[in-house]
């Protein structure tokens, strides 16, 4: 490279840094805002930046503040909605009943597939014909997939008794 277009890298490079350097100078001389929403969130914003006022909680009696000036309030109370249809409805304890039934109906429809399942893997694995003919990845697989039944079922069974009681 010659002479002359190094020496304007090198300048530009160091003018760069040098502009670099002032802005953190700059920077690090405005101490990052911190303000509390109306959510009751605290908010950091970007140094030198303007705070927008509206979303600044007015300070406490007192004034009290808290490290880096963010003023702490307690959050608002958020307006809740109902859920749709909770104007004091209720379910009747028949519709409750049947709505428990069916769950009951799914529950043990689960149960059963489950154990079908389960004996599949285990058939698998446990007859010497077909496991010869599973690579080891595959073994390992549907030994997993047995783990995983077995869970299944104890879960499902748990909730059948509850459903039950």
């Known amino acids: 490279m010659p002479p002359s277009r190094l020496n304007r890298c ?8 040098a502009a670099c ?9 405005h101490e990052a805002r911190r303000y509390t929403s109306a959510q009751g969130i605290e908010m950091v914003q970007n140094r030198g930046a303007l705070v927008d006022q509206s979303l600044a909680l007015p300070p406490l009696a007192g004034g009290k503040t808290t490290n880096g000036g963010a003023v702490k309030a307690p959050p608002a ?12 409805a209720r379910v009747s304890t028949a519709d ?17 597939n489950e154990v079908v399942l389960l004996r599949s893997v285990t058939h698998s694995l446990a007859t010497p014909e077909l496991r010869s003919k599973l690579a080891a990845d595959e073994v390992q697989r549907l030994a ?10 104890k879960a499902l069974t748990a909730e059948i008794k509850r459903v039950r009681n």
Do not use: K
């Open 10 to 17: 090198i300048g530009r490079a160091f003018l760069f840094g």
């Open 144 to 153: 997993y997939l047995s783990g995983l039944h077995e869970q299944n079922i």
């Open 77 to 88: 109370a958020l307006p809740t909605t109902p859920a749709h249809g909770a104007s004091g």
């Open 96 to 112: 409750q009943a049947e709505r428990d039934l069916d769950r009951l109906t799914i529950l043990q429809r689960e149960l059963g």
């Open 21 to 29: 350097a002032a802005n953190q100078g700059l920077a690090q001389g």
